[in-house]
């Protein structure tokens, strides 16, 4: 009886130590994935000034703009809310972003972030438009909005 409660005793602990380092595992991965999002509106950043461009082009900087159902500064539409939600789950992290957080500019660029660290493979301005104008299973750029964001990004470039 003595060994049964013993074996039972051993057992409980080691599920309860494994639970903890796979709590603490998905913790870590969780803080790790928001610190890039977070290090992303960091002045070094890779899309900070192709983001910027964008920004004129979508609202001219207005983060309470509005057009049809999209919101904010990106002018972010609710599918590009849900999509960035399931980017978010299938790396098994527990945030998850609301309908107004459009309206943020800060979580704004964080949902940029994540759907260009995802779809834009190639890491260039035309596919960022591609994706941010036409969506991500678009095949080429507007011509339109392609224009404008190159008036925006060269006239940053030069402010730079």
């Known amino acids: 009886m003595r060994q049964t409660k013993r074996l039972f005793l051993l057992l409980c ?3 309860a130590i494994t639970a903890n380092a796979y709590a603490n ?3 870590a991965k ?3 994935c928001m610190a890039n999002v977070e290090n992303a509106n960091g002045k070094e950043h890779k899309w900070e000034k192709i983001m910027d461009a964008i920004i004129q082009v979508e609202s001219g900087g207005n983060p309470n703009a509005k057009g049809g159902n999209s919101l904010g500064i990106l002018q972010i539409t609710p599918i590009l809310v849900k999509e960035c939600n399931d980017i ?3 790396k098994g992290l527990n945030k998850r972003y609301k309908l107004s957080d459009r309206l943020s500019t800060k979580k704004s ?3 940029f972030i994540l759907i ?3 779809y ?3 890491g260039t301005a035309k596919e960022a438009c591609r994706i941010w104008n036409r969506g991500i299973y678009s095949k080429k ?3 339109s909005y392609w224009k404008k964001f190159l008036k925006y990004y060269n006239k940053n470039k030069a402010q730079s």
Request: aromatic share 0%; glycine share 0%.
């Open 141 to 143: 750029v507007k011509d």
């Open 116 to 118: 260009m660290n995802k």
């Open 109 to 111: 660029h964080e949902m």
């Open 88 to 90: 978010l789950k299938d």
């Open 30 to 32: 969780e803080i790790n």
């Open 120 to 122: 834009n493979k190639k």
């Open 13 to 15: 602990m080691t599920l």
């Open 25 to 27: 595992k998905k913790h």
